[in-house]
C-alpha cells in the first residue's frame, strides 16, 4: 500500500532554507508514470501547490515561489525532498506531499499527513 | 486570493442536498478536468471527486460531480453530520504550467 510520510525541521528561521523531506513506501518513485508534488496549507487558509516533480525527473513550480524553491529526488533513499529558501513567517504552514498524475486528470490521490513548519526566531 | 473560486462557506440540514460551485478560467477549468477534495478537521486532504465527475473506491455515491465551460459543482445530497468539512476544487492550469486550488469552501451541517 502506497504511503507518504513528510519530515523535517518543525521551526526554521527567518532568511534561513526550509528542508523537508517526503519519504514513499509501497512504490518505486522512478518507476511508475507519476508525479509528486509538494502543498502548504497556512494556518487557517487553504491550500497552495507548491511545485511537483515528475518521475523521469522534470519539475513544475508554482510561479510565486520559483525563485526559492527546490525539489528533487533521492530514488535510492525513496524519498522526496523541498527546499524553500529565505524563509518568511509567510510560509509558516503544514507541508504535505501527494502524488498526481499529468495535468491531474486522477487528482492527487494520495497524501502525506502533513508536517508543520514554523517560521520565528 | 485563489486561481479558483468558491465560496467560502455553505450549510444544510441532515438529508438535505447541498452544491459548491467553483469557477476558473479558460487556462484551467475550461481545459482540464476538476477534482475535488474533502478536509476533515486536523488532517490531510481527501480526494473526494477526480475528472469532473468520478468518485475514487470509497467515496458515497451521495456525492456527485460536474462541469460545464469554466465551472464546476459538487453537490452533496442526504446530507451527513460526518460531512462537515472543507472542500476544495482544484484543477491543472496550463498558463501558470502548476496546479491551482479553490480557496475552499466550510460545509457546516446544521
Known amino acids: 500500500q502506497l504511503q507518504l510520510q513528510e519530515s523535517g525541521p518543525g521551526l526554521v528561521k527567518p532568511s534561513e532554507t526550509l528542508s523537508l523531506t517526503c519519504t514513499v513506501s509501497?512504490?518505486?518513485?522512478?518507476?511508475?508514470?507519476?508525479?509528486w508534488g509538494w502543498i502548504r496549507q497556512p494556518p487557517g487558509k487553504g491550500l497552495e501547490w507548491i511545485g511537483s516533480l515528475y518521475y523521469s525527473g522534470g519539475t513544475y513550480y508554482n510561479p510565486s515561489l520559483k525563485s526559492r524553491v527546490s525539489i528533487s529526488v533521492d530514488t535510492s533513499k525513496k524519498q522526496l525532498s523541498l527546499k524553500l529558501s529565505s524563509v518568511t513567517a509567510a510560509d509558516t504552514a503544514v507541508y504535505y506531499c501527494?502524488?498526481?498524475?499529468?495535468?491531474?486528470?486522477?487528482?492527487?490521490?494520495?497524501w502525506g499527513q502533513g508536517t508543520t513548519v514554523t517560521v520565528s526566531s | 486570493q485563489s486561481v479558483l473560486t468558491q465560496p467560502p462557506s455553505a450549510s444544510g440540514t441532515p438529508g438535505q442536498r447541498v452544491t459548491i460551485s467553483c469557477s476558473g478560467s479558460s487556462s484551467n477549468i475550461g481545459s482540464n478536468t476538476v477534482n475535488w477534495y474533502q478536509q476533515l478537521p486536523g488532517t490531510a486532504p481527501r480526494l473526494l471527486m477526480y475528472?469532473?465527475?468520478q468518485r475514487p473506491s470509497g467515496v458515497p455515491d451521495r456525492f456527485s460531480g460536474s462541469k460545464s465551460g469554466t465551472s464546476a459543482s459538487l453537490a452533496i445530497s442526504g446530507l451527513q453530520s460526518e460531512d462537515e468539512a472543507d472542500y476544495y476544487c482544484?484543477?491543472?492550469?496550463?498558463?501558470?504550467?502548476?496546479?491551482?486550488f479553490g480557496g475552499g469552501t466550510q460545509l457546516t451541517v446544521l
Open positions: 475528472s469532473n465527475n
Open positions: 501527494a502524488r498526481h498524475d499529468q495535468w491531474l486528470a486522477h487528482g492527487m490521490d494520495v
Open positions: 509501497g512504490v518505486s518513485i522512478s518507476s511508475s508514470s507519476y508525479f
Open positions: 482544484a484543477a491543472w492550469d496550463d498558463s501558470l504550467n502548476g496546479a491551482v
